[in-house]
Nanobody, 115 residues
Framework: QVQLVESGGGLVQPGGSLRLSCAAS??????????MGWYRQAPGKQREFVAG??????DYADSVKGRFTISRDNAKNTVYLQMNSLKPEDTAVYYC????????WGQGTQVTVSS
């Protein structure tokens, strides 16, 4: 069993920044080999991919390219999402998981972008 704990969300004004963290624990396997992604779900919408980090690769949804940066600390089994130039449409609950959501989803962390 794997536990995912997301943190770092909050209320921020448009143009602001937040840094999200996701710590994985339990039967992870070799974390450094895992493709880890950030996903988000806005009210009334399906969960969508935001950013991902694999061995030697990173991926971003078009909507966040140039504004969000994914990084990871494999020694801490933790993945981060630096979010800059936030927009109201970035408002959502943010989750992390492997590619395809292999592990049980965590509670997520709420990001609200509003003036």
């Amino acid at each position: 069993q794997v536990q995912l704990v997301e943190s770092g969300g909050g209320l921020v004004q448009p143009g602001g920044s937040l840094r999200l963290s996701c710590a994985a624990s339990g039967s992870i396997g070799i974390f450094s080999f895992k493709y880890m992604g950030w996903y988000r779900q806005a009210p009334g919408k399906q969960r969508e991919f935001v950013a991902g980090s694999g061995v030697g690769s990173t991926d971003y949804a078009d909507s966040v390219k140039g504004r969000f940066t994914i990084s990871r600390d494999n020694a801490k089994n933790t993945v981060y999402l630096q979010m800059n130039s936030l927009k109201p449409e970035d408002t959502a609950v943010y989750y992390c998981n492997t590619r395809g959501g292999q592990w049980t989803w965590g509670q997520g962390t709420q990001v609200t972008v509003s003036s």
